[in-house]
């Protein structure tokens, strides 16, 4: 094969391998970081929330897949919010029925800890998915937004 062809077939495929993010990536992903900073500090997911319902509410952006990113992380928020008032009200009527005094943190630390897992694999998703520009097929559902879950690198 001759070199310069050699040259060239590199050269394109390093430009294929650059992909063009629109300026909005940056934020979503700065909100996804605050989303997962919550785990050290809870304050940062209602900002995150903010912001999102703000940047939908008076930017109105346009790419169907920063939209989708958006609503991802908004469903995101609010699941959790209902996950937690759940389990306060669960932890507060175990507390209320004659069981040993373990068993309400006991089932508390177990939610706590499902629903961080379950948040940091919906942002960890979420990002994975932003980075490849790639929207989120079903924004608004519970568990992983309808993707599918493979553990490789390979496209397919």
């Not at 294929?16 to 997911?45: F, H």
């Not at 992380?73 to 209320?96: D, K, N, P, R, S």
Request: hydrophobic content about 50%; aromatic content about 8%; overall charge positive.
């Amino acid at each position: 094969m001759h070199p310069a062809s050699l040259e060239t077939r590199q050269s394109q495929s390093q430009q294929n391998a650059v992909v063009t993010t629109p300026t909005g990536q940056r934020k979503v992903l700065l909100l996804y970081a605050l989303m997962l900073g919550s785990v050290m500090a809870v304050v940062t997911a209602p900002v995150s929330a903010l912001v999102t319902h703000l940047w939908l509410a008076i930017r109105r952006p346009t790419d169907a897949v920063l939209v989708s990113h958006l609503r991802f992380q908004l469903a995101t928020f609010w699941y959790g919010v209902l996950a937690g008032a759940i389990g306060l009200g669960l932890w507060g009527l175990i507390g209320h029925i004659d069981l040993p005094g373990l068993t309400g943190w006991a089932y508390g630390y177990l939610g706590f800890t499902l629903a961080l897992i379950w948040m940091v694999g919906r942002c960890a998703l979420g990002i994975r998915r932003l980075l490849h520009h790639l929207p989120v097929p079903r924004p608004l559902s519970p568990l992983l937004g309808g993707c599918r879950v493979r553990f490789t690198d390979a496209d397919r």
